[in-house]
């Protein structure tokens, strides 16, 4: 398979669909990680190979650390648009702001959302130095926690590949430039009330992530985020995740897919709007991309996949969501 059969899997996901409640997220506890290492590398791995999306609590994260980065979050978006708009994103790093300019090739539509991307080495001219003192240091604190958990969760998922345990963190090196994990605020609008019956429009289109792993921070309240496992994509049968503060809902991307040969599936999602019924407010959320860094290599242990730069990688994809910056 090459990337565009990638990207044209993708522009077939648009539709509204059905819900389920048939399939379990787990929720894996990573309390006393080192001693339970190998237990919670089983249980990452059933979860991932079985729906490819799964929870997890006692993650190690303060639960004021995360408050912090939701409340700085709405800070910076709470900015007026014209001083976002001097922190633009700059595409070929996915660093900085947009706004309404992400097209899902699900949807075609843009998603009704504004994001920020903090891509370590990246960041000249990007942060709201003056707007927001201290916005830089909270969010690089909570970056750097949010790597963490994810290497230790992809050490685990390298033991059962049979790699080296250190495989994940040595190509997720952030000390190096061409490091490329991106921490993402996403603030999607509250809705209006005459545009609450406004069909065909999603807070966030149907998509896979392009990372080996996404952390994603929700805030209880703030539902929307639904499911659907590569396997299950003819039923069109998508399950709600209903957000917890204390856990980190995680989910496989594209990279790491190809690089346990389809072993570990990436899984689609999207954030719908909310129904008539359904809180109406804006949602926040925050999510880390476990992007390997620009010069590695990702090869499929088989050849299944030819191998290309984790650079060469993202870039495309990026260029597949966003024209107008
Ligand atoms: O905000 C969410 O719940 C999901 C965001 C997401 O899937 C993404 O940005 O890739
Ligand atoms: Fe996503």
């Known amino acids: 398979m090459n990337m565009m059969q990638e990207l044209q899997k993708e522009s077939r ?11 379990e997220v787990r929720v894996i506890d990573l309390a006393d990680f080192d001693a339970r290492r190998a237990e919670i590398a ?80 990246h960041m000249a001219g990007l942060w709201p130095d003056d707007e927001l003192p201290g916005f830089q240091a909270t969010m690089l604190d909570f970056e750097r926690q949010a790597w963490a958990v994810g290497m230790r969760v992809l050490s685990c998922f390298a033991t059962k590949l049979g790699f080296a345990d250190d ?13 490329q994990s991106t921490l993402r605020l996403l603030h999607y609008f509250a809705i209006a009330p005459d545009q609450r019956d406004r069909l065909g429009l999603w807070r966030a289109g149907a998509h896979t992530d392009f990372d080996c792993l996404t952390l994603l921070f929700q805030r209880a309240g703030q539902g929307g985020l639904q499911l659907l496992p590569g396997k299950d994509m003819d039923s069109q049968a998508w399950t709600p995740i209903t957000p917890a503060d204390d856990l980190i809902t995680c989910n496989i991307g594209d990279m790491l897919m190809r690089w346990s040969d389809d072993q570990l599936p990436s899984n689609f999602h999207r954030v719908k709007n909310p129904g008539p019924d359904e809180y109406q407010g804006a949602r926040y959320s925050l999510a880390f991309f476990a992007q390997a860094n620009r010069d590695v290599l990702i090869e499929s242990p088989s050849g299944k996949y030819a191998p290309i730069t984790a650079e060469d990688y993202l870039q495309q994809r990026v260029a597949a969501n966003f024209a107008k910056y």
């Open 13 to 23: 996901m648009g539709a509204m669909g059905s819900e389920t409640h048939q399939r």
């Open 42 to 121: 089983d249980q990452l791995w059933d979860a991932a190979v079985d729906v490819g999306f799964f929870q997890l609590k006692n993650h190690g994260i303060a639960p004021g650390v995360i408050t912090q980065a939701f409340e700085t979050t709405q800070r910076f978006f709470a900015l007026p648009e014209a001083v976002k708009a001097r922190h633009p994103l700059k595409k070929q790093f996915n660093a900085g702001w947009e706004s309404r300019a992400q097209v899902r090739p699900s949807t075609g539509t843009p998603d009704q959302k504004e994001s920020y991307q903090i891509t370590r080495p």
């Open 167 to 179: 495989f994940f963190s040595i190509a997720h090196d952030p000390s190096k430039p061409a490091y």
